[in-house]
């Protein structure tokens, strides 16, 4: 595990990168974010979190890290102990941490669920989708307080070590870690040329500052697990996000075809993402802010 401390005092705000060894996008996200050496007006702690796995460029060594909270300091499981020692590192701060996967290109966020904090970040976050978890967070780092997921993008994709680096820098900026840009009477950016101004749209684009716009941010809930038998060959007809009507054909294992018996939303839904599930059904719950 790597700490990066930035600003002065005990930080209440924490940044986590590759829990899984095979996500490196929150670890090359931290690393550019903290080689620009930011000026912060609030300290704040980012933390590259399963160095060995990512150094093997394997998910983990022993066991999911992100199903082994809260984790033994005695533990056999490199990845139990390693549990143990990042919770206390993110105890008492507002934490964010940063994934990818394999079943969805845009960046979405996840929660236990939407409560008075993530409701006052979510929407300044680059994200159209926010996802509560309900009862399928056991054993995730999202169960501590005040904890944020994200999916950054495609697994080891440069656009997600790219969208990771702008979530830390929004995540940061709502959580008054770093300064809001500032803006001109006329509601554009302050700026002293048109080059500059055009970096600051930009830069406004990516981190969703401002007043968010009402309805801007759908929150979806996950439902149940849809399992995947073994087979040699799988696909799926569904888009994440999308509803799939009952009667619908949402995946294929071989020749087995799998029917929805109701209507449902599926969420991380993927041929080859988790080795048991094609991922979750869910429900749209509204929307933020």
Known sequence: MRIYELGDGTPEVSVVGSIHGDEPCGARAIERFVAEDPDVERPVKLIVANEEALAADARYLDEDLNRAFPGDPNAESHERRLAHDLGREVRGTTAFSLHSTQSYAEPFAIVDAVDAI??????????????????????RLIEHAHT??????????????????????????????????????????????????????????????????????????????????????????????????????????????????????????????????????????????
Do not use: C, M
Request: charged letters at 25%; proline letters at 7%.
């Open 118 to 139: 993530s409701r006052s970040i979510l929407p300044r976050l680059p994200v159209d989708v926010a996802v509560e978890t309900n009862h399928f967070a056991e054993g």
């Open 148 to 289: 944020i997921e994200v999916e950054a993008g495609l697994q080891k994709s440069a656009e997600a070590a790219d969208n990771a680096y702008w979530l830390i820098r929004a995540f940061l900026t709502a959580t008054n870690v770093l300064p809001a840009p500032a803006v001109a009477s006329d509601g554009g950016h302050e700026s002293g040329g048109p080059d500059e101004e055009s970096e600051s749209q930009t830069e406004d684009d990516r981190l969703k500052l401002g007043i968010p716009e009402e309805g801007s941010l759908d929150v979806f809930r996950l439902l149940e697990r849809l399992p995947k038998p073994p087979a040699d060959q799988y696909e799926v007809h569904a888009t994440n996000f999308e509803p799939v009507a009952a009667g619908e054909t949402f995946a294929r294992a071989d020749a087995e075809q799998f029917v929805a018996d109701r209507d449902f939303y599926p969420i991380l839904l993927s041929a080859y993402g988790y080795a048991d599930i094609f991922g979750y059904a869910g429900e749209k719950v509204g929307t933020l802010p």
